[in-house]
Every structure is written in C-alpha cells, then in structure tokens.
C-alpha cells in the first residue's frame, strides 16, 4: 500500500517507518524537519509539512492508501495541551480534501480517567497525573473521531508505556478498551515495545476488525 506516516522522526515513527518498508509499503513521512530522518530506502519518501494545516497537508495526501499516526506532545503540569486534537483535526479535513478514508492513529493505555483504577500505585498515583494533560487531549481526539468522523475508517491504537526497542517475537494481546486486563481486570504489564507497536499498527490495514474502534495492545 502507498501509507503517509506522520510524527516519523519520533522514536516510535522511525520504528514505524522501518517496519512499514520491511513490509513492502510504500511510505511518505511527513516530518516537520527533514534532517531528524535517517533512514534512507527506495520506497520511502520524506517531506516536510506543517501538521496542523488542512490545506498544506491535504497535497501530500492525494493518492496514499491509509494515513498513520505516531505525532506526540510533550505534557504540561499546570496547563492543557491541544496537539492532539489540533493535529488531527488537520488530517481529518486533508483526508476529505484528498478522499484518502481509513487512519490509524496511537494514544495511550488509560485516556480514560477511569480507567486507571486497578493500575499500579506507582502508574495510578505518580504517573497518570503527572502525565494528565496528555491523557486528557489523546481522549479529545478519541472522542472527536468517534463522534465527528463517520465518514472515515478510523482505529485508535493504545499501549501501555514505550520502551525504546525492536520488534520481538511475542504475541501481541489486544482488548476493546482502554487497556488489556487479566483475568481478575488488572492490567497484564506495564510496558511493550515501540517496535512492537510499529508492527501491530500497519498490520491493521490488512482487516476490518478494528475499524471505528480503539484498541488497546500489548505483549504476553
């Protein structure tokens, strides 16, 4: 497939990147800067492009089977953040512009307030309000799919913490919902690998099983 890969230059877009050409797609990375991206490859395409403009992003859109997102914001203690939701409000209106239909993009475990409860103290008491902000905001953009994007195919991927590593052989678990629970509801980890992630999300292109969803993810 011909994939847009947004947020490429973070450590999980370049993970992204790679496994999507190892894959046999073709990728064009939007980047906000050229020169963070590496990695070089006959299919791969990089262009830089401001992400929250509909109209600049729409004509890198044209012809891409799919879009994927891997964008992230940094969070703020004492203010909300809107990256989440100002960016994929632009892709949104560029996907229209461009009759481009399905996007994956990725959040987190625990966007919904809720949600936490059976977390670790450490991750319910320490992490999750340290992190809230961007919780909050990865949930506005959740919400805003579910209620403002009918009209395209859409699946939020959430995992749980990133660890900085390539792909590994384990299996991957999955659960509709906002993390993936054992048998008593508790959360079966606290972390997966980036590289993990960056090949469960393109392998969400070859079935319907999660479209109009969000997903939550891990390993066993």
Known sequence: MKLLVLGATGQSGQFLVSQALQQGHEVTALVRNVTKLTIQHKNLK??????FSAELLSGHFQGQDAVISCLGFPYKIFSAISGYTDSMEAIV???RLATVNRVITMTSWYT???SGQNAPLMVRFLLLPLIRS???NMKQMEDYLEKECSDLSWTV???PGL???PA???EILTHEGYFVPDPNGYPVTNSVARGDVACFMPSLLNSN???KKGVAMCTN
């Open 46 to 51: 990089v262009v830089e492009a401001n992400i």
């Open 93 to 95: 209106a560029a996907m």
């Open 112 to 114: 919904s307030p809720e």
């Open 134 to 136: 961007v919780l909050t």
């Open 157 to 159: 991927v959430r995992p």
């Open 163 to 165: 660890q900085n590593v």
């Open 168 to 170: 590994t052989d384990k």
């Open 209 to 211: 099983e999660w479209i």
